[in-house]
Nanobody, 124 residues
Framework: QVQLVESGGGLVQAGDSLRLSCVAS????????MGWFRQAAGKEREFVAA????????VYEDSVKGRFAISRDNNKNTVNLQMNSLKPEDTAVYYC?????????????????WGQGTQVTVSS
């Protein structure tokens, strides 16, 4: 069982930056694809970004391309999400997720393990 703990959320203004971090308890962290999702109030949870096991392959949802960057440190069991040029529509609870099976999943149904989420609020 992998335990994931997110941190780094907060209240910022439009145009600001935030860096989210997720620490995993699993010692074989490098065996898991890591992803970030978000869920705005009243909406479905949606894919944001994912990093392959090595971290060399990355994928992003279109609306965050060029603004967000996912990275991972397999020596520290950590995956980060650097969020720049934040917009009010980025406001959501952000979740870290892990999957041990698939190559680079982008659907929430494909991830087995989830963190508790961290709130990001962007004011205009």
């Amino acid at each position: 069982q992998v335990q994931l703990v997110e941190s780094g959320g907060g209240l910022v203004q439009a145009g600001d930056s935030l860096r989210l971090s997720c620490v995993a308890s699993e010692v074989t962290f490098r065996n898991y694809v890591m992803g970030w999702f978000r869920q705005a109030a009243g909406k479905e949870r949606e894919f944001v970004a994912a990093a392959s096991r090595s971290g060399r392959s990355l994928v992003y949802e279109d609306s965050v391309k060029g603004r967000f960057a996912i990275s991972r440190d397999n020596n520290k069991n950590t995956v980060n999400l650097q969020m720049n040029s934040l917009k009010p529509e980025d406001t959501a609870v952000y979740y870290c997720a892990a999957d041990p099976i698939r190559l680079l999943p982008t659907r929430k149904e494909e991830y087995q393990y989830w963190g508790q989420g961290t709130q990001v609020t962007v004011s205009s």
